[in-house]
């Protein structure tokens, strides 16, 4: 292995670029050489290449978002398109590829390799957490930590005003997100894809709250509650804004909407996100210098473990119901 590349792709994360910064590093270190692709697999397709040194990964380490930006790419979903994207690896003499993104991303380099030979090591880099094969993925923890921050913000608001805030979080099919920085924020309920807890529970909850003296109520909605998956990001189609409506409705308590949307995306990552990504990009690294490939490297129970890509894939990973149920306790 001479040369390899490297690739963000998918909703950005922060950490990705302090993922990006130790492959480049790493690679350097054992004398490959290295070679950006911009936007994805989009400009992987169109030959959007940069060479990278160790200075071109200098000062990004504190940067949310991705340097080599990204995409979700169309055409890559084709067998057409992949094709063009392998001519554009060979005729650069690219031998491996790490690609930083979450389930769509993988399974895009997946197809790449079982159709075209490309070898590649995946990198779970997205907020959601909702990768198999790993505990935590690059960007949930900052993007919790962002929830966090939110809701603190909001309650002295609905504090101030004696009013009710539901707070929708991303998440399109998994509640890592809600539950988490539901706990860690003192939310006082939770809605997500995974559990099945009605409007009017939450009503009675809100209501009895209000009689004990409770100035106010949050409660932390994730965007795929109640099997709503946004494809379209169509405002409308949030949930956030008919549970408001209905639980105002039914409790007579003033009840306003903030969706944290992209804002979750963006931000300096956490100590824990750049450890994180410094590890797993290192590590990418030497496994494609192993001569492996379609893997994602990920850490479980606190160790750096590759697992085929097949099991990450196949796998849904469920959330912590204990953690689900401690909230129920603390938040009575
Ligand atoms: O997968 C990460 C994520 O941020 C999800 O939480 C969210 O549903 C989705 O991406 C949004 O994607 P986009 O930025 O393409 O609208």
New binding site residues.
């Given amino acids: 292995m001479k040369r390899i590349g490297v690739l963000t792709s ?2 950005d994360a922060p950490g990705m670029n302090a993922a990006i910064r130790a492959v480049v590093r790493t690679a350097i270190f054992y004398n490959l050489e290295v070679m950006g692709i911009r936007r994805g697999y989009a400009g992987l397709i169109e030959g959007d290449f940069i060479e990278l040194n160790s200075n071109s990964v200098s000062d990004i380490m504190q940067r949310g978002g991705t340097f080599l930006l990204s995409a ?1 790419c169309e055409e890559f979903a084709t067998k057409e398109g992949r094709k063009k994207a392998a001519e554009q690896l060979r005729k650069r003499n690219i031998d491996g590829l790490v690609v930083i993104g ?1 389930d769509g991303s993988l399974t895009g380099a997946e197809y790449l390799y079982q159709e075209q030979g490309i070898a590649y090591i995946g990198i779970p880099g ?3 957490n909702d990768l198999a094969g790993t505990d935590i993925t690059i960007g949930f923890d900052t993007a919790m930590n962002t929830i966090v921050d939110a809701i603190n913000k909001i309650r002295d608001t609905a504090t101030s005003h004696e009013r009710n805030f539901i707070i929708e979080t ?3 099919i998994s509640g890592f997100l809600t539950v988490m920085a539901g706990l860690a924020g003192g939310a006082d309920a939770l809605l997500i894809p995974e559990q099945t807890v009605s409007i009017d529970e939450i009503c009675d909850k809100l209501a009895k709250r209000q009689k004990e003296g409770r100035l106010h109520s949050i409660v932390l909605v994730a ?1 795929g509650y109640g099997g709503n998956f ?1 494809t379209n ?1 169509d405002i409308n189609e949030s949930p956030a804004y008919g549970i408001a409506r209905r639980i105002a409705e039914l409790t007579g308590q003033e009840t306003r909407v903030i969706i944290l949307g ?1 804002l ?2 963006g931000g300096s990552p956490t100590v824990m996100d750049r450890i994180l990504a410094s590890k797993l990009g290192a590590k990418a690294v030497k496994l494609l210098m192993e001569g492996q490939a379609s893997k994602m490297v990920g850490l479980v129970g606190n160790k750096l473990e590759a697992c085929s890509i097949k099991d990450v894939l196949k796998k849904k990973k469920e959330i912590d119901l204990e953690l689900y149920e401690l909230h129920r306790i603390l938040s009575i």
Avoid: L, V
């Fill in positions: 998918g909703g979700r979450g997205t907020i959601d991303m998440g399109r965007e946004r990001r992209h979750q995306r």
